[in-house]
């Protein structure tokens, strides 16, 4: 089965194959060393030219601006909910909070332990044409936040915020599930973060790009590992790094490079996700309750006409070699992930699978 394996996980997952080969053939002997680069001190020379390059090669892909640090961290996503506020903002600040679904909301919750006040500006709302984030006119923003929140992708619901917003204080986005996706102007940002599981390589691993500006006054109980500053100082390796997500990171930003970089994955990503939803829509045993303006490229949640047939759609699937379709269990039905290691064929594998199964049920 191995081989035709479409793999539709919301994270972990799937990693372009070529990589993986190349992690599986050098895994033992890394760089004609003899020994594995997890074997390696990370302050050996061949170790920290890798992990620069790394840093390079993400800094190239997203055109990171001058006066922005770019961090490897651990603790994930979730790491990052509260290492922004307590290194960008005080125990006595407001900060503001979008909440677009439940990624927002579980960030909002760690928030509150740290900062004065988090005051969230808007929510969902349903529309004729399904559920929306509401627009910008609706938000209730505050006169001096620290900083703004937003979760540009909900890889749960399924949404997706398109346009950075337009807002005064400096913006915070956790892009764990559509970094790297589409060009971005990073510029526009005071800080981006993510978990890697999803376009960039192991969990576990973090990517954090923040504005030097912000910097300079955290928390005092802020954790030395989680301090931007800090790692900023020490490259990043103020701890011991996950050195083989770093490393398996690096082969993954190599290979966005050769596939022409952001603006190419984004045009796939863009007909991917176009592809899906086309059949969905025209489909009448398959439903996405999205609002089209707010879908998820990433992400895309749908229902069966009837959830009763849930379980045998997750069994037949499988056996024809499409796994991770299940729905979060929170909402339920069923979601294809289709990150930049899903090809667009396995998209058309879907669409022939859910087409085959619609018709005989
Ligand atoms: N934010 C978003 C948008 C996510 O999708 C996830 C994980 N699915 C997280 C945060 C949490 O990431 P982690 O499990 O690495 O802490």
């Known amino acids: 089965m191995s081989n035709s394996v479409f793999n539709f996980s919301a994270g972990p997952a799937m990693l ?131 900083y703004f929140h937003y979760c540009p992708n909900e ?9 950075i917003p337009d807002v005064d204080a400096p913006i915070v986005a956790d892009m764990s599930s559509n970094i790297l996706a589409e060009p971005l102007d990073v510029s526009r940002f005071g800080v ?12 576990g691993f973090a990517i954090a790009i923040v504005k030097k500006d912000l910097l300079g006054n955290p928390q005092p109980e802020l954790s030395s590992i989680m301090d931007y500053q800090l790692q900023a100082k020490d490259n990043s390796m103020y701890n011991t790094p996950n050195t083989f997500a770093w490393y398996l990171s690096g082969l993954v930003f190599k290979w966005l490079k050769e596939q022409g970089g952001l603006t190419a994955m984004g045009q796939t990503n863009h007909q991917k996700a176009s592809t899906l939803y086309s059949y969905i829509d025209g489909s009448d045993f398959y439903r996405n309750q999205v609002n089209p303006d707010y879908r998820s490229i990433m992400n895309i949640p749908f229902q069966l006409a009837d959830e009763r047939l849930d379980e045998r759609f997750l069994a037949e699937a499988k056996e024809a070699g499409l ?39």
Do not use: C
Request: charged share 20%; glycine share 10%.
């Open 16 to 146: 372009p194959k070529v990589v993986m080969e190349q992690a599986q053939s050098e895994l033992l002997n890394w760089n004609n060393t003899g020994v594995s680069v997890m074997e390696f001190s990370h302050r050996d020379p061949a170790y920290v030219a890798m992990a620069k390059q790394a840093e390079h090669d993400l800094r190239d892909l997203l055109n990171v601006p001058d006066g922005y640090e770019v961090l490897f961290l651990q603790g994930g996503g979730r790491g990052q909910f509260s290492a922004v506020p307590q290194n960008i903002a005080s125990k006595t600040s407001t900060v503001d909070y979008l909440d677009s679904g439940i990624w927002s909301g579980y960030a909002i919750r760690e928030a509150q332990k740290y900062v004065g006040a988090v005051n969230v500006v808007a929510g969902n709302q349903e529309t004729g044409q399904g559920k929306a984030i509401a627009p910008r006119d609706q938000w209730k923003l505050s006169d001096n936040a620290a």
């Open 155 to 163: 890889t749960v619901d399924g949404i997706a915020l398109h346009d």
């Open 192 to 203: 981006i973060y993510a978990g890697a599981q999803k376009n960039i390589g192991p969990s």
């Open 323 to 361: 796994m991770g379709l299940k729905g979060h269990r929170f909402v339920g039905g069923m979601r294809a992930s289709l990150y930049n290691a899903m090809p667009l064929e396995g998209v058309k594998v879907l669409i022939d699978f859910m087409d085959e199964f619609a018709r005989k049920a």
